[in-house]
């Protein structure tokens, strides 16, 4: 098996990576940030990290799933911060149906629609900033019938930016 186990940058910092006998990264030990170690679940999913900061506490980042589909993102020390993933369900529209439709955090919320063939068509991301206004920024993509990106609409609160690939015949 081809894995990463060891990384040295352009100072001369290695970082070395441990794998188990399922090829899952089990820890990173990185000169600047120390250890970061992972567990898993029989099914492979990543259960915990913790941090070397998180361990001086006894402390563990945690991932929660149903089955295989990643659901929250648990952090000790800011719950705040916490991530939350929602998958649609069996009467989703915008072929959102088993497809990831909506993640939260703490700042913001970003809702997910799909085309026909699966791509994401369209982002609606709202940020929630403490004593500000609500900003809702929306990005959409066409595709042709190949599937290929098109363009791509980025609106913002000032302007509208349409990036358009060209394809020759």
Not at 31 to 44: H, K, R
Not at 104 to 130: H, L, N, Q, S, W
Request: net charge positive; no cysteine; aromatic share 10%.
């Amino acid at each position: 098996m081809q894995r990463l186990v060891r990384v040295t940058d352009t100072e001369g910092n290695v970082t070395t990576s441990t794998y188990d006998m399922g090829d899952r990264r089990t820890e990173v030990n990185h000169p600047a940030s120390g250890i970061t170690s992972f567990t898993y679940d029989a099914l492979g999913n990543v259960l915990t990290k913790q941090t070397a900061n998180l361990a001086k506490e006894g402390k563990l980042i945690t991932y929660d799933y149903d089955y295989q589909r990643l659901t929250g993102i648990n952090y000790p020390d800011h719950p705040e911060n916490n991530v939350k993933y929602y998958y649609g369900g069996r009467n989703a529209s915008q072929n959102r149906i088993g497809r990831l439709m909506l993640r939260e955090d703490g700042t913001d919320a970003i809702e997910y629609f799909y085309g026909k063939m699966g791509k994401v068509t369209k982002t609606r991301r709202t940020m929630i900033v403490p004593n500000q206004v609500i900003a809702t920024y929306v990005t959409q993509w066409t595709y042709d019938s190949h599937n290929r990106l098109l363009e791509m609409i980025v609106q913002t609160r000032r302007r509208l930016l349409l990036l358009q690939s060209r394809r020759s015949a």
